[in-house]
């Protein structure tokens, strides 16, 4: 029996809960075959370890990811102390150390130097290129590799469980807000290195990603249930997240002209105050009058600039041709 035609992608983002064991890939893998739409990515990769939200673009939202990569993220780690890993995470080989065991009270004071702005080397089991080769590449052939420190925003860090059952091995909860491209693993390196007793990642959950949160997110097992109709469901628009970019209703003309990447007159009034993002140069929506996305755009000396077409005018190509 012939199969009716294929029914079109889908576009949106998909804010899945990661459980333990597969990749980022993985699931990305498993929207794309469950929801039939060939371009899907994500928004910030999780290990195989870690769980949590994972922000999952698909057709036409695949082409803002870009405009995520500087979302702050938010998580819950478990820190164990007593020993170091060689992946400083609880998959590496573990190494007991000798030094003292820390306290409740002495690990909430030595938080204290892991806020604000602060510098760190990555773990050595990470993607982080070095001379063209990723370092987890280069740590699993022998060589150390030497990786430069970075500096990341640790906009909250607080000490929220704490297990002392077993006063040689003690075991914190620690919930970290930070800057994008903050590595978890290197805080629970640190922070056992400054307490002279080595500590190492023992979990590690993702507990919002920019605007997207636990509450948002799906499971993978409710996906793998509902199908392609329940990702249809609880997709949220292409746009979702960039709030801080200001909204711009356009015409039918300006629609046709943004499609064929021409710039438009800025319909603001001379006088009008921008808001936040609505700066010149500033990044902006366009929307069309029924509300459907057109493009991202910049405003510049009165003018729009289309940066980025997500719908092109008819004849044109372009924007369609993203799935």
Do not use: N
């Not at 919002?208 to 109709?229: H, K, Q, W, Y």
């Not at 300006?254 to 438009?264: E, L, P, S, T």
């Amino acid at each position: 029996m012939m199969s009716g035609p294929r029914p079109p992608g889908l576009d949106g983002v998909l804010v899945v809960a990661k459980p333990i064991g597969p990749t980022s890939h993985d699931v990305v893998a498993l929207v794309r075959r469950l929801s039939g739409t060939r371009r899907v990515g994500h928004g910030g990769t999780l290990d195989p370890f870690a769980s949590g939200v994972l922000p999952v673009f698909l057709g036409r939202g695949t082409r803002l990811v870009e405009y995520h990569m500087t979302d702050r993220k938010a998580y819950r780690a478990t820190v164990c102390f007593g020993a170091s890993s060689t992946t400083d995470d609880l998959e590496g080989e573990l190494a007991p150390m000798d030094g003292p065991s820390p306290s409740r009270h002495a690990v909430e004071a030595a938080l204290d130097a892991f806020r604000g702005t602060i510098v760190q080397v990555p773990p050595a089991y990470s993607a982080v290129k070095v001379a063209g080769r990723r370092a987890y590449a280069l740590a699993r052939a022998g060589k150390a590799p030497e990786l430069a420190p970075r500096t990341v925003t640790i906009d909250r860090i607080e000490l929220v469980e704490w297990d002392g059952g077993e006063p040689e091995r003690p075991v914190a909860i620690v919930e970290v807000g930070c800057s994008a491209g903050t590595y978890v693993r290197s805080i629970a390196r640190d922070l056992g290195a400054t307490l002279g007793s080595g500590a190492y990642l023992g979990a590690l959950e993702r507990t919002a990603s920019g605007p997207f949160t636990s509450a948002d997110a799906v499971p993978v097992d409710v996906l793998r249930e509902e199908g392609r109709d329940g990702i249809a469901a609880r997709l949220l628009p292409e746009d979702a997240g960039l709030d801080g970019l200001p909204v711009v209703e356009i015409g039918a003309d300006d629609v046709v002209a943004i499609g064929r990447g021409q710039r438009i007159r800025d319909p603001r009034e001379p006088d009008e105050t921008p808001g936040v993002g609505a700066t010149e140069g500033g990044l902006v929506r366009l929307r069309a009058t029924d509300g459907t996305l057109v493009a991202i755009g910049r405003r510049h000396d009165g003018w729009i600039d289309p940066v980025k077409v997500l719908r092109a005018a008819p004849g044109t190509g372009g924007g369609d041709r993203d799935r």
